[in-house]
Protein backbone atom coordinates (compact mmCIF):
# COMPACT_ATOMS: atom_id res chain seq x y z
CA UNK A 1 0.00 0.00 0.00
CA UNK A 2 1.44 3.80 -0.80
CA UNK A 3 -0.81 6.90 0.12
CA UNK A 4 0.38 10.23 -1.26
CA UNK A 5 2.12 12.70 0.78
CA UNK A 6 3.00 10.09 3.31
CA UNK A 7 6.27 8.29 4.79
CA UNK A 8 5.86 4.32 4.20
CA UNK A 9 7.95 2.35 5.22
CA UNK A 10 8.24 -1.01 2.58
CA UNK A 11 10.02 -4.17 3.62
CA UNK A 12 11.08 -7.14 1.06
CA UNK A 13 12.78 -10.63 2.01
CA UNK A 14 15.07 -11.30 -0.43
CA UNK A 15 16.64 -14.75 -0.82
CA UNK A 16 20.07 -13.71 -0.08
CA UNK A 17 22.59 -12.98 2.91
CA UNK A 18 23.59 -9.35 3.54
CA UNK A 19 27.27 -10.30 2.80
CA UNK A 20 26.47 -11.69 -1.00
CA UNK A 21 24.73 -8.53 -2.11
CA UNK A 22 26.95 -6.18 -4.32
CA UNK A 23 24.05 -3.84 -5.54
CA UNK A 24 20.61 -3.58 -5.57
CA UNK A 25 17.82 -0.86 -6.88
CA UNK A 26 13.99 -0.79 -6.09
CA UNK A 27 12.41 0.65 -8.68
CA UNK A 28 8.58 1.86 -8.48
CA UNK A 29 6.53 2.61 -11.60
CA UNK A 30 3.15 3.34 -11.97
CA UNK A 31 1.95 4.27 -15.38
CA UNK A 32 4.63 3.44 -17.56
CA UNK A 33 6.77 6.01 -15.90
CA UNK A 34 9.42 5.46 -13.37
CA UNK A 35 9.03 7.41 -10.07
CA UNK A 36 11.15 6.29 -7.41
CA UNK A 37 14.22 4.17 -8.17
CA UNK A 38 16.41 3.64 -4.45
CA UNK A 39 20.12 1.60 -4.50
CA UNK A 40 21.89 0.14 -1.61
CA UNK A 41 22.81 3.45 -0.07
CA UNK A 42 18.89 4.31 0.23
CA UNK A 43 17.62 1.05 2.00
CA UNK A 44 18.78 -0.91 4.95
CA UNK A 45 19.57 -4.70 4.69
CA UNK A 46 19.67 -6.93 7.61
CA UNK A 47 20.27 -10.91 7.35
CA UNK A 48 16.90 -12.40 9.06
CA UNK A 49 18.77 -14.54 11.15
CA UNK A 50 20.17 -11.49 12.65
CA UNK A 51 16.76 -9.58 13.27
CA UNK A 52 15.55 -12.40 14.99
CA UNK A 53 18.17 -12.46 17.31
CA UNK A 54 18.06 -8.95 17.98
CA UNK A 55 14.61 -8.65 19.14
CA UNK A 56 15.23 -4.59 19.68
CA UNK A 57 14.67 -4.37 16.01
CA UNK A 58 10.90 -2.96 16.25
CA UNK A 59 7.97 -5.69 17.03
CA UNK A 60 6.64 -4.48 13.37
CA UNK A 61 9.60 -5.97 11.74
CA UNK A 62 9.41 -9.53 13.43
CA UNK A 63 5.40 -9.39 13.51
CA UNK A 64 6.30 -9.09 9.39
CA UNK A 65 8.78 -11.86 9.46
CA UNK A 66 6.76 -14.12 11.30
CA UNK A 67 3.92 -13.40 8.71
CA UNK A 68 5.82 -14.61 5.87
CA UNK A 69 6.31 -18.83 6.17
CA UNK A 70 8.76 -18.99 3.89
CA UNK A 71 11.68 -17.20 5.57
CA UNK A 72 15.02 -18.96 4.76
CA UNK A 73 18.11 -19.01 7.27
CA UNK A 74 20.25 -17.61 4.19
CA UNK A 75 17.88 -14.35 3.22
CA UNK A 76 17.83 -10.63 4.15
CA UNK A 77 15.62 -8.48 4.71
CA UNK A 78 15.36 -5.00 2.66
CA UNK A 79 13.71 -1.99 3.99
CA UNK A 80 13.35 1.63 3.00
CA UNK A 81 11.31 4.58 3.98
CA UNK A 82 9.86 6.71 1.34
CA UNK A 83 9.52 10.71 1.56
CA UNK A 84 6.60 12.52 1.27
CA UNK A 85 8.17 14.43 -2.06
CA UNK A 86 8.53 10.72 -3.47
CA UNK A 87 4.86 9.54 -3.00
CA UNK A 88 3.46 12.85 -3.57
CA UNK A 89 5.47 11.92 -7.71
CA UNK A 90 1.98 9.15 -7.47
CA UNK A 91 -1.58 9.80 -9.43
CA UNK A 92 -4.54 8.54 -7.86
CA UNK A 93 -7.20 8.38 -10.11
CA UNK A 94 -11.15 8.38 -10.11
CA UNK A 95 -10.70 5.10 -12.43
CA UNK A 96 -9.43 2.01 -10.11
CA UNK A 97 -7.07 0.06 -12.10
CA UNK A 98 -4.87 3.11 -12.58
CA UNK A 99 -3.85 3.03 -8.82
CA UNK A 100 -1.37 0.34 -9.38
CA UNK A 101 2.27 0.93 -9.08
CA UNK A 102 4.76 -1.84 -9.70
CA UNK A 103 8.02 -2.21 -7.76
CA UNK A 104 10.72 -4.71 -8.55
CA UNK A 105 14.28 -5.24 -7.15
CA UNK A 106 17.48 -6.31 -9.00
CA UNK A 107 19.95 -7.00 -6.91
CA UNK A 108 23.84 -8.21 -8.16
CA UNK A 109 25.67 -10.67 -5.98
CA UNK A 110 29.55 -10.57 -5.14
CA UNK A 111 29.75 -13.25 -7.48
CA UNK A 112 28.55 -10.76 -10.65
CA UNK A 113 25.42 -12.93 -11.28
CA UNK A 114 22.43 -10.07 -11.76
CA UNK A 115 18.83 -11.19 -9.94
CA UNK A 116 15.64 -9.26 -10.99
CA UNK A 117 12.05 -10.23 -8.74
CA UNK A 118 8.48 -10.48 -10.27
CA UNK A 119 6.75 -6.81 -10.68
CA UNK A 120 4.89 -6.42 -7.46
CA UNK A 121 1.64 -4.65 -7.35
CA UNK A 122 1.18 -1.71 -4.63
CA UNK A 123 -1.84 0.09 -4.79
CA UNK A 124 -2.22 3.61 -4.49
CA UNK A 125 -4.66 5.74 -2.31
CA UNK A 126 -4.88 9.44 -2.52
CA UNK A 127 -5.07 11.68 0.54
CA UNK A 128 -8.41 14.41 1.79
CA UNK A 129 -5.75 16.47 2.61
CA UNK A 130 -2.88 16.41 0.05
CA UNK A 131 0.33 18.65 0.49
CA UNK A 132 3.47 18.08 2.54
CA UNK A 133 3.11 19.03 6.09
Known amino acids: MLTRYTTPYHHFVL ?4 NEIDKVTVTYVQNGEELVCKNKDDVTIHDI ?6 ASMGEDI ?3 LMSKVDVA ?3 CLLSLRLT ?3 TSSFTFHKAEEKNIAL ?9 GDAFVSRPIRVRVYGSINEGVI
Open 84 to 86: QEE
Open 62 to 64: LNF
Open 73 to 75: DES
Open 49 to 54: QEILDN
Open 103 to 111: VQIRVLNTK
Open 15 to 18: PFLT
